[in-house]
Structures are given as structure tokens and as C-alpha cells.
């Protein structure tokens, strides 16, 4: 039997027809993942909260509890480790943003900002 034989041919053909429209397909699955997570980022409410963890410099029996009281409406946005500093971000339901900074050795509060709307 030749490997030039119809029913060869057809098979090869089909495997590289399945072959191209599998690779097309994983490509595009990847493609709309990215789309699906990074068009999500710094939109309001649940989908734009991001959590950035690293390790912190300070045992948590040393920080202890502490509470940062929200307002009405607002919701926290980003929570972010930064060097030995923690920066919140909270969302108001009128579109002001306040982010506070805190120290993660001893948990005391550092400052912040109040973004406001005119």
C-alpha cells in the first residue's frame, strides 16, 4: 500500500484540519481569559477589588486587632501591602474615594485622603 493512497491523504487531512481548529480555538479561549480578567480591573464595586499580599514585617500577635469604621455607602476597594505600610482604599457610593495608609508594625493609622467629587 502506497502512502499516497486516497484514504491516507484523507486522513491526513483531517488531522490537520482538527489540529489547526484546535490550536485556533485554545488561542481564542486565551484570548478572551485576558480579556475577562484584565477588563474587570478598576471597575466599582466586587470585580475591581484586588488583594495584594506580601509577606509582612510584623507578627500579627504585635499589630492586633484593629477597626476601621466605614461610613454609609462605602465599601472597601483595594486592599495593598506596600513596603511596611497597608493602603485601603474605600469606595463611597457617590463616587468619593478615601484611602488610608497604616503601619504594619504597630497597625496605627498614618494618614490618608479624602477624594471628593465637586
Given at each position: 500500500?502506497?502512502?499516497?493512497?486516497?484514504?491516507?491523504l484523507?486522513?491526513?487531512?483531517?488531522i490537520?484540519?482538527?489540529?489547526?481548529?484546535?490550536?485556533v480555538a485554545?488561542m481564542a479561549?486565551?484570548?478572551?481569559a485576558?480579556?475577562?480578567?484584565?477588563?474587570r480591573?478598576?471597575?466599582?464595586?466586587?470585580a475591581?477589588?484586588?488583594?495584594?499580599?506580601?509577606?509582612?514585617?510584623?507578627?500579627?500577635?504585635?499589630?492586633?486587632?484593629?477597626r476601621?469604621?466605614?461610613?454609609?455607602?462605602e465599601t472597601v476597594?483595594?486592599?495593598?501591602?506596600?513596603?511596611?505600610?497597608?493602603?485601603?482604599?474605600i469606595?463611597?457610593t457617590?463616587?468619593?474615594?478615601?484611602?488610608?495608609v497604616?503601619?504594619l508594625?504597630?497597625g496605627?493609622?498614618l494618614?490618608?485622603f479624602d477624594?471628593r467629587?465637586?
Amino acid at each position: 500500500m502506497s502512502l499516497n493512497s486516497e484514504p491516507n491523504l484523507r486522513r491526513l487531512k483531517f488531522i490537520v484540519i482538527f489540529l489547526g481548529v484546535l490550536l485556533v480555538a485554545g488561542m481564542a479561549a486565551l484570548i478572551a481569559a485576558f480579556v475577562y480578567k484584565f477588563g474587570r480591573l478598576g471597575k466599582d464595586g466586587d470585580a475591581g477589588t484586588t488583594v495584594s499580599r506580601a509577606a509582612p514585617s510584623a507578627s500579627a500577635e504585635r499589630i492586633g486587632r484593629h477597626r476601621i469604621d466605614l461610613r454609609p455607602g462605602e465599601t472597601v476597594g483595594n486592599v495593598m501591602v506596600a513596603g511596611d505600610r497597608l493602603v485601603v482604599t474605600i469606595r463611597a457610593t457617590d463616587g468619593n474615594l478615601r484611602v488610608l495608609v497604616f503601619a504594619l508594625d504597630d497597625g496605627r493609622e498614618l494618614g490618608g485622603f479624602d477624594f471628593r467629587r465637586p
